[in-house]
């Protein structure tokens, strides 16, 4: 890539999926050269697999296995957004359209599904204007507002239907704004019209913040994020973060299971709590894995926290991490 481009990885690469020539746990960031000159537009990470979206529209497929799926999309619209599950993938295009297939994945539900192998077009009636990626389920926003799923439901986080797969999209809310789930977890949260925060779906940890460890089969209402100006959402396997910014003050807050994830909390939160907050440091971005999370702030720091037996925190070591640790990520040339 150009002098103005880096791209990092660090943690469990035994597949190939951290496209590192190195096929171990990495717990350092090494820089991947893969690519050479080529732009890396968006990564889209799953669970033995990893989708890059190059300039040019080129779209390339590494881990357990590897495809070069550009030919395909050479005669298709521009590529806008593309994510990953812990099984599959799915891709938006300029105009709306949306493909999805499966990953290769020692760890998928797919195998016996009828998901297509490589990309095939989703059947929607109106264009879509985002996607979410879930663990085994995948979430369309249609520009009208329809919030539409696909995919696993053996926790309902599609719907309250005794199904365990849908593969036709079915309608799970409208008059949606934004919508959020993670690609190992197994529920989806989203902000409605009447900027109300919703979420459905599994909750055996308390990470959908109800107040008990009951999977939610319909629409739940979090009353105290009402109004609130919502940043971003990250959802873990287990836990998840919500970001807040008051215009003052930017909090993140969490619920969840809390024996690598938490900060200073109960080792089960079913509520949310303020887990970190910031006058003077701003923040850039937020991101959860499975168990362990990740929140980017000026200057190449990053607050690490959670399950770091794969090094993924990046930290040079597999010691997991209980408390918030600023790891400052000096090999890196600063972006920020």
């Known amino acids: 890539m150009s002098e103005n481009y880096f791209l990092y990885a660090t943690g469990f690469n035994e597949n190939g999926q951290l496209t590192l020539r190195e096929k171990q746990i990495i ?37 357990i296995s590897n495809e070069n799926h550009s030919k395909f999309f050479e005669d298709k619209s521009q590529i806008k957004n593309i994510k990953a599950g812990q099984d599959h993938f799915i891709v938006l295009t300029e105009d709306g359209s949306v493909y999805w297939w499966k990953a290769a994945n020692s760890n998928s539900i797919y195998n016996e599904s009828t998901t297509p192998k490589s990309p095939s077009l989703v059947l929607l009636n109106f264009p879509v204007k985002e996607i979410i990626a879930g663990g085994h389920s995948s979430y369309f926003l249609l520009e009208n507002g329809d919030l539409f799923g696909l995919g696993a439901n053996n926790q309902h986080q599609i719907s309250s239907q005794e199904k365990q797969f849908f593969d036709e999209p079915i309608l799970i809310s409208s008059n949606v704004e934004r919508a959020f789930s993670g690609c190992y977890s197994h529920q989806v949260f989203f902000i409605k019209s009447n900027k109300k925060l919703y979420c459905r779906g599994y909750n055996q940890y308390g990470q959908l913040g109800t107040g008990n460890t009951k999977n939610q089969q319909k629409d739940f209402h979090l009353k105290f994020f009402r109004n609130q100006n919502i940043v971003d959402i990250s959802c873990g396997y287990c836990h998840t973060l919500i970001w807040i910014d008051s215009g003052k003050t930017q909090s993140i807050y969490s619920a969840g299971y809390m024996e690598y994830n938490g900060l200073n ?19 850039i971005q937020i991101s959860s894995g499975s168990q362990f999370s990740y929140i980017l702030i000026p200057n190449n720091e990053f607050i690490v926290f959670g399950w770091n037996d794969d090094g993924q925190l990046g930290t040079r070591d597999n010691v997991n991490i209980k408390q918030p640790k600023n790891n400052k990520l000096s090999r890196i040339p600063k972006t920020y």
């Open 27 to 63: 717990t350092y960031p090494q820089k991947i050269e893969q690519f050479g000159e080529k732009k890396v537009i968006l990564i889209a990470p799953g669970y033995e697999n990893v989708l890059y979206l190059l300039e040019n529209n080129e779209l390339q497929q590494f881990g």
């Open 265 to 283: 909390q109960d080792s089960h939160s079913t509520k949310f709590k303020r887990l970190l907050k910031y006058q003077d440091k701003r923040i």
